[in-house]
């Protein structure tokens, strides 16, 4: 994840201009079709476990995601996961906010947006360092290893039934 890349998700860099970086860097010869395919590869499914968990937590309070992304897997996988996308009430992109996470004024500018106090919100992710900045910035948070991390989460705060 080097500047480009950050810049990608950050909505700085376009496809086409990272594309060429790719091209440049990787020295390939590809044609940018065939990367953003190669590029959207990354999605091989949903994760049953976890959209069934938003949809149940969903009954009880709002629920957003927030993703580093681009897009290019924005449209991907607004396309081809409409169950994932349904499953909350919005989903915060990094290439549209201009922010990434763990940059607290991502966190922030949520926060802002939805109405919810940092101190209020739980956060889930699968990256040590996004929790430690959600940390630092008041939230409540979920490290996310596996599908059952976030069940037991929400077990844990009534959030679902259990078994």
Known sequence: MDDAYKKHEKGEL?????????RELLQMKACNEDIAHGWNSIFLGEIKNIVDYVYLAKKHLPCYAFTNS????QAKWGND???VVNAFDHIFVSSDLGLRKPEPAAFLAISKAIGVKLEAM???D?????IVAAQAMGMQTVF?????????ALISRGLHPGD
């Open 14 to 22: 376009d496809a086409d201009q990272y594309f060429s970086y790719l």
């Open 126 to 130: 699968d990256t040590e360092e996004n």
């Open 144 to 152: 996310v290893s596996d599908p059952s991390d976030t069940k037991q």
């Open 70 to 73: 681009n897009p290019t897997h």
């Open 81 to 83: 996961f409409p169950n």
């Open 122 to 124: 739980l956060f889930f």
